[in-house]
């Protein structure tokens, strides 16, 4: 009578593999949750970016002052057309909205230049807080500078591994997203 082999893997070897999978996941699991937090961050300010664009181009096409207004710290936003004389969305015609669906534990904050132009500070008043372009889809001169939203950044200050990222309006009205951890002398997309 001939034994036959049984077929299978043996105890031991199935405990390596777990072992090794278990190691793998470990491994991996930050990472990934990193991966998600950026994914979320990157959201929330291309949202804002979307909406600075939507603004500007309705003012061009409109020929009329279109504000983009961030109402709160969750990256909720609007764009409204302003009547003659008024400064605020309250006063205007909406044209879009958003609000970010995943921005729970997302910090957004808004600044202006300082004197100089060249840094920020925080927006005097709080939110809402915007900025008006005018017929020609530039940022108004009144609104322009010390008074107007210019930079609104989007971060989990908390994780220092995350993406910080910001995004400012030119004088010329362009708006441009840069990642303020990475130094622009290394990174095309850094904001130092």
């Not at 004389?85 to 910090?107: E, L, M, N, R, Y």
């Not at 008043?125 to 017929?135: A, D, E, K, N, V």
């Amino acid at each position: 009578m001939t034994r036959r082999h049984a077929g299978g893997f043996s105890l031991l070897e199935l405990m390596v593999v777990v072992t090794i999978v278990a190691i793998l996941v470990g491994l991996a699991v930050p990472n990934y949750r990193t991966w998600v937090l950026n994914t979320r961050i990157r959201g929330a300010a291309e949202s804002i970016q979307n909406g600075l664009r939507t603004a500007r181009n309705e003012a061009a096409q409109r020929g009329k002052n279109v504000r983009f207004e961030l109402t709160s710290t969750d990256a909720t936003w609007q764009v409204c057309e302003l009547p003659v004389g008024k400064t605020a969305c309250v006063d205007g015609t909406v044209i879009d909205q958003h609000g970010v669906a995943d921005s729970a534990g997302i910090v957004i904050t808004a600044s202006k230049a300082t004197a100089d132009l060249t840094t920020y500070a925080a927006l005097t008043g709080g939110l809402p807080g915007g900025i008006t372009f005018g017929p020609l889809a530039r940022p108004l001169v009144p609104d322009y500078g010390t008074t107007a939203l210019l930079r609104i950044d989007a971060s989990f200050p908390s994780n220092t591994d995350t993406r910080w990222l910001a995004t400012t309006i030119s004088a010329g009205g362009s708006v441009q997203m840069c990642d303020v951890r990475l130094p622009k002398t290394t990174a095309p997309n850094g904001c130092k």
